[in-house]
């Protein structure tokens, strides 16, 4: 009966014909008049300082504007937090054209400003710079031992609960045990969209940012601090991102570049990083983790003890929660947990999709299938007997979790049970066949957002929140909220972000977009519904005149009584008949916290996989994935399904190509580039299934829904390492698998 | 800005006048790796010469029976030409194995023969590098050598050639026309690309005022029974750890003739005849083909990261010249899904 019901339904993006025809601008994309260019000079050492910058041959170019570096940078904020965003962990924030220390290599030293790009890059290769180093360190493994636990600086970060109940004892104890060791090295987000900022310099000195990132707030409060600018005198905007997986969480030092160097010379400027500088901050840290398993006779866990290491920077403490996880997927009453850090010379490592679960659950995930063997017991079998149905880290209930549905229901569609359970036993053609599973478990949080909705007299919708789109669906997934909540046709609703004049909202990270902006849009939705009621009920003959508001609704188009759907007004009518040009209203959403803090709120996956493997070439692939999601309920099935698709081949990356790696004779990663640096290409990638377990749950926030766009990718590295032990006994603990770690 | 000259070459002739002039001169076809190079400053002409309007992009029969294929016929054309596939299909399988459509489109099959190594080292001017700036010494031997050298190497560079077409050509024993000052010469291919040695600046014996206009395949049939088995990090457009070109000729079980090449192995394309010569008169069994496999490695040495590679030649040799024999060129069937 009603064709406005927009969410749950299958739609495709509202943004994707501008994608696909160009007309979406990046923020390196705006050609604004008068625009000169910024190219930025990287050290080439991991530790000293600079001696001496001669700038004096690449000032003489004609076109060169200046030449950027600590000896020239006016006086800025002098304080740490000054330069601190939403998002930086505890310490004191790289500060970049500060002073002449190197810090890590591939650190900004200078900007060359020049007329063109090809000038400036090329006056940024001819500059000349002295340094002076001082021995580095880069190599975890030299501080194995070494570790420190964390403060808590950063938002978010938990530390590890005190262990419970007795698990040393415990795990001396137990029947069987497994105490293993488990690496990844370091890994860069590498979206396709490298960092950029255009700074368009307007009259009067203000500035127009255009920026990549994923919170244009976080930008502008940044630029704001450091540069004493008012709300009035930056706006920064960020209306699609190429990519973010949690790199544009923290400004990248191009859009400080581009601000100084606007400021300055009073120009527009333009500072895109290469590809190659793409790997000159934040990444997956390189982590080191033990973890010991003990069970009872019956398969049940008498303990269990998981223990991270990861790197961070001199002067930034990352954390991030690797090890909590193990204290809340399985029932086990004696837990120990440990997270401690080690300072190494390189830059601060930072949020990549699923921080901290995408590591600890790769351990926790492979102990188990090496649990489940040393046990006896299929892999699925023991994690259900296993299954915890109270969070024991918060002693909390689940406001819902329907990970067992996604066990029975990914194992079903997998064909799970066809699997003989020894070791190389499966086989198609000379191919060895392994089938491996995993779980996964991430947060269903809300946070604090903002929304305002303005209907014109000619019918269209046009809503705004200073959220950010990056490519997860956010313009399409808003739309359907706003049409269905006010009953207007989709085409009819304008959705915009990536302003820092919109309403207030947070970074897009930790999958808490779809709940938190979506809530408070369903809010400003319902404000204004609020204020057309009111209006209509002052139109002459309205048939609304005593309803209340609970009476009415919003379909095709119309505010109709609900027990009466004959008694109608257009809606578009009530804005012309108000005399006004439109009528607007916004809201805030906040989380329910009271309702919330009794519960423990997370999404869950199940994740099935086969792997083929010619096991005499080393060769594997990934044949089959079947990922069931249980992540409360989906807006969008097929935006959903598309993230949930990216996170498998995320996940199937981490698992088989991923790795910066570091040589440690220059203290830089060596694999710095596209060619090198691997993520899988169209070929790599199988079947892959997507199975969705609704849950109803009011408690995470009002729309009911999770947010995917992490927890899809859990689980997958490590079914993939069990099912590479399953076709060939060869357990794996260290990523990514390669050829050489499998002849 | 990088300061370069560019000018167009109508005629070989021309082109090789062009060359011997003074500079830093490079030609130009389809650009695929020197523009990279240039972006990274790795290489730095001082003048390019666009040799795309000579008149060599012709694939034509050779008169002694074989086929010519012209230096500036793109790889992509090479590979799909329907003489090609019918006569030399090692030669297609290897270039369909190497890059992407894009780029294959772009790729001539001279400038195939010019790629320059992918060592990590090579592109970063942070880092010194003997083929790069001569005397500076050679950062992978120490440091992170996973994709590097195992054959042929020196205390100086163990940097390999990357490409997939040149493997093939080695095993096809094709021949590489080159026109200089003094007229025309024709190269072995084993002599073209060079070891590295103490100068591994230089990646072959072309001399500087020499341009090549086309490479020969001899009128020999290795159609039937061939291999192009390349091993790497992902199933498409990535560089080989290992790649193996085997060709067999068979009467029965009987190897009258085989050929035997790997690619990532070394500087250049490594042929090794004395393993072939192990092929010859024996019957097509895993145990002669152990026996070559082990004949190929026997000098091979390893850096640490790469050792591995040691063993994988082994096992890709042994799979290839089984393959070979089967008549069924490609190892899996997820393998080359690059066409």
Known sequence: MSNTNYIGKALSRVDGPAKVTGAAKYAAEFNVPGLVYGYVVSSPVAKGKITKID???????????????????????????????????????F???????????????????????????????????????????????TKRGEGFEPGTGKTGFVPPPPPRGNPDKEFENAVHRIDQEYVHGTQHHNPM?????????????????????QGALNSQRYIRQIFGLSKDDARVISKYTGGGFGSGLRPQYQLFMAVLAALELKKSVRVSLTRQQMFSFGHRPHTLQTVKLGTNADGSLAALHHHALHETSRFEDYTENVVNWSGMLYQCDNVKLGYQLAKLDVYTPQDMRAPGAATGLFALEVAMDEMAYAAGLDPLEFRLRNYADRDQNLDKPFSSKKLRECYHEGAAKFGWEERNPAPRSMRQGNMLVGYGMATGVWDASQQKAGAKVSLSADGKLTVQSATNEIGTGTYTIMTQVAAEYLGLPLEAVDFQLGDTDFPAAPVQGGSWTAASVGTAVKNACEALGEKLLKLAQQMEGSPLKDAKFEDVEFVNGQLRLRLDPGQAVVVRDIVQASGETKVEADATAMPNLIKQKQYSLHAHNAVFVEV??????????VTRVVNAVAAGRIMNPKTARSQVLGSVVWGLSMALMEETVMDHQFGRYVNHNYAEYHIPVCADIHDIDVLFVEEEDDIVNPLGVKGIGEVGMLGVAAAITNAVYHATGKRIRELPIMIDKLL | MNSFTYTRAEAVEAAVREKSASGKVKFIAGGTNLLDLMKENVERPTRLIDINRLPLTKIEAAPDGGLRLGALATNADTAWNAEVEKRYPLLSQAILAGASPQLRNMATNGGNLFQRTRCYYFYDLATPCNKREPGSGCSAIGGYNRILGILGTSESCIATHPSDMCVALAALAATV??????????VKFEDFHRLPGDTPQFDNTLQPDEIVTAIDLPAEDFSRHFSYLKLRDRTSYAFALISVAAALQLEGNTIKEGRLALGGVAHKPWRDTTAEALLK???????????????????????????FKIELAKRAIMRALKQATEGMPVADAFQNSNP
């Open chain 1, 55 to 93: 700038a004096a041959e690449v000032l003489a170019l004609p076109g060169v504007l200046q030449v950027f570096s600590h000896e020239n940078v006016p006086m800025l904020a002098l304080l740490d937090r000054s330069y601190k965003d939403d998002v930086a962990p505890g310490g004191s924030p």
């Open chain 2, 281 to 307: 008169g024996q019957p097509a069994t895993e145990e002669t083909f152990r026996r070559v496999a082990a004949k190929v490695v026997e000098g091979a040495k390893g850096y640490g990261h790469n050792t």
């Open chain 1, 612 to 621: 083929q493997i010619d096991e005499e070439l080393g060769t594997l692939h």
């Open chain 2, 177 to 186: 026309r080159v026109t200089g000052k003094n007229g025309e010469r024709v």
């Open chain 1, 193 to 213: 969209e490298m960092f950029g900022t255009t700074a368009e310099y307007l009259d009067g000195g203000k500035l127009n940012v255009y920026d990549k990132t």
């Open chain 1, 95 to 141: 500060r970049p054209l500060h002073d002449a220390e190197i810090k890590f290599s591939q650190q900004p030293v200078a900007l060359v400003v020049a007329d063109t790009f090809e000038l400036a890059r090329y006056a940024a290769s001819v500059l000349k710079i002295e340094y002076e180093t001082v021995a580095h360190e880069t190599d975890l493994e």
